[in-house]
Every structure is written in structure tokens, then in C-alpha cells.
């Protein structure tokens, strides 16, 4: 797959994932008052059923064309030090790394019953603040030189 290809579906992903990410936090977490403490809950399932089963295929296409990616720059990233690109490249890769096990965190705290109300919301800022550190570096891997 070429290069352009791989860097637009990687893009577009990520406006997806992080414009769900973004409503859940900053617009669904703040609604409560607005539609009342008993129609909140079935909103929330709604909501987080829905985007689970589309966040799935979002995933797979952003860090499908990440990795495919990171492959076209595997000789910037076998020196990760030697220049400013491949640093913020392979900064951008861990904080990427760190998104995903935030959210299988998310995953195993659900399954076992010990999520909480406000577990989900640090987790959930968390990832926000990784997801925009990511787009931060990728721009600036760009820009940036030193």
C-alpha cells in the first residue's frame, strides 16, 4: 500500500478516534445535569455500546496504518536518538502504545466489575491528553528540527 494511502487512512482514523473520545469526554461527561440522573445511564450504554462497536474498526484502521508507517520509517526509528523526527516519531509511538493499554485497562477494569464512575473519567482524560500529545508530536515531527 503506498505511502499516501497509509497517511490518510491513518489521519482520518484518528480524527474518528479522537472526536469520539473528545464527545465522551467533554460533552457526554457533562450533560448529567441536562438530561437527569435516570435517563444518564441509558444514555451512557447507548452510547458507549455504539461507539465500542465502531471505536473497534477505528482502531484497527489507525494503528493498522500506523504500524505500516512506522515501517516505511523503520531506519529513522532503528536510530531513535540521531534526529529530531525519529524522536518525536518514536515518542509519538509510545504515547500511542500508551493509549492502547490505557484502553484494554478500561477493558479488563469492565470486566471484572471494578470500573467506576470516576475511574472511567481519569482513564478516559488520560487517553485524551495522550491522544493530544500525539497529535502535537506529529506535527511537530514535521516542524520541529533542532
Known sequence: ???????????????FFIGTLFFEVMILGRIRQQVGEQ??????RAVGARSRVVLHWVVLFVYG???GLGWYHREALADPLASSFATLL?????L???VFVS???????LRK?????ARYRTIHWAILLQMVGIVLLAKGMFYVHW
Open 39 to 44: 435517563t444518564m445511564p441509558l444514555v451512557e
Open 103 to 109: 484502553f484494554g485497562l478500561v477493558a479488563i477494569l
Open 65 to 67: 496504518a500506523g504500524i
Open 96 to 98: 500511542a502504545i500508551g
Open 1 to 15: 500500500m503506498s505511502y499516501s494511502v497509509l497517511h490518510v487512512v491513518h489521519l482520518l482514523a484518528a480524527i
Open 113 to 117: 466489575g471494578r470500573m467506576t464512575p
Open 90 to 94: 518514536t515518542l509519538k509511538i509510545l
